[in-house]
């Protein structure tokens, strides 16, 4: 059995910075952060032991200083939360601001806007709460139901593959083939070369691990993109959740991460998995349990599943 990982995974710099950005406010000031930082539990629950407060709910907020996440927000939101809160510090990627210019010079210019994205996701709440009017679209059926317009923009949240936010954006083409479409790809360069390597790895391998947290978005579509290519791709949050039986046969394991997984995450389940390989050739026990002292995890486990079956099956 071998591990390999891929050319581009884990943290990316808007993360890096942005918790980089909390940790050091906390050893200062007491912080609350309006959401999570990033859609990672790992690292949420490290800020949180340095004395971090996080919460949506405004009623919950009792520090000086409050931090909009990583994700971003509307200049509506920003000025409700500066009317509140007496000093308010942005963690937002640089890259999500980038969106953010795109969708306004969109609008400026007189172009309907459409955002590629998650209805209800953080970020594209973010880029469309100052729009009078707009469009969420992830499927092609939600395309056909798109109303005509003579002219129509499309950006896409950050972390969307941008193969499907190109093939949205010549379905509208199509659709729509009097109206002139323009296209602002503000899918950004961390969540492209993070895709493109998933893809490269998963063709190399039996197995594949990708690490993230449950609710992050660039984690489930790399999942996603290494179920094309590979049959058994299992996900996880944590090394905890990890099940020897998920690896019987492999001889090639890839590992991926999303850009909210931190090294320590990674290096963990990485860990894991050569104590795996290391005892292979260890008989198992009698009662069938797990070989070498690999054991099947921890509660996260069972709450996953094996392997996912919409990713098996994609």
């Not at 490290?46 to 909009?68: H, K, P, Y």
């Not at 100052?130 to 056909?144: G, I, Q």
């Not at 993109?225 to 099940?243: K, Q, S, Y």
Request: with cysteine.
């Amino acid at each position: 059995m071998r591990i390999i990982r891929a050319e581009h995974m884990g943290w990316c710099f808007g993360v890096r910075d942005a918790v980089a950005l909390v940790s050091r406010q906390a050893e200062e000031r007491s912080v609350t952060v309006l959401g999570e930082l990033v859609h990672n539990e790992t690292v949420n629950a490290a800020l949180r032991a340095q004395g971090v407060r996080l919460t949506s709910r405004w009623e919950d907020v009792v520090t000086d200083m409050v931090v909009i996440t990583a994700h971003g927000a509307s200049a509506e939101m920003l000025r409700q939360v500066r009317e509140r809160s007496p000093r308010v510090l942005e963690a937002t990627c640089p890259l999500v601001h980038a969106a953010h210019r795109a969708v306004r010079e969109l609008v400026a210019a007189g172009f309907y806007p459409v955002i590629v994205g998650q209805h209800n996701h953080v970020e594209v709440r973010g880029l469309t709460g100052d729009l009078r009017e707009c469009a969420v679209v992830l499927t092609e059926e939600e395309v056909n139901r798109l109303d005509p317009h003579p002219r129509i923009g499309v950006a896409a949240q950050t972390t969307q593959p941008v193969e499907r936010v190109r093939r949205l954006v010549e379905l509208i083409r199509e659709r729509f083939p009097g109206s002139e479409v323009r296209f602002m790809d503000t899918v950004c360069r961390p969540t492209k070369d993070r895709q493109e390597a998933a893809g490269a790895l998963a063709q190399q391998s039996d197995v594949v691990v990708v690490i993230g947290g449950r609710h992050s978005n660039n984690t489930h579509e790399l999942a996603q993109t290494c179920a094309r290519h590979c049959r058994r791709v299992v996900r996880v949050e944590t090394a905890t959740e990890l099940r020897a039986e998920w690896f019987t046969g492999a001889e090639t394991i890839g590992l991926t991460a999303g850009t909210s997984t931190p090294e320590g995450t990674i290096a963990a389940v990485e860990r894991w998995l050569t104590k795996l390989a290391e005892a292979e050739n260890e008989e198992p026990h009698a009662d069938g349990s797990a070989i070498g002292g690999i054991g099947e995890g921890g509660a996260g486990a069972t709450a996953l599943g094996v392997v996912d079956q919409s990713i098996r099956t994609a």
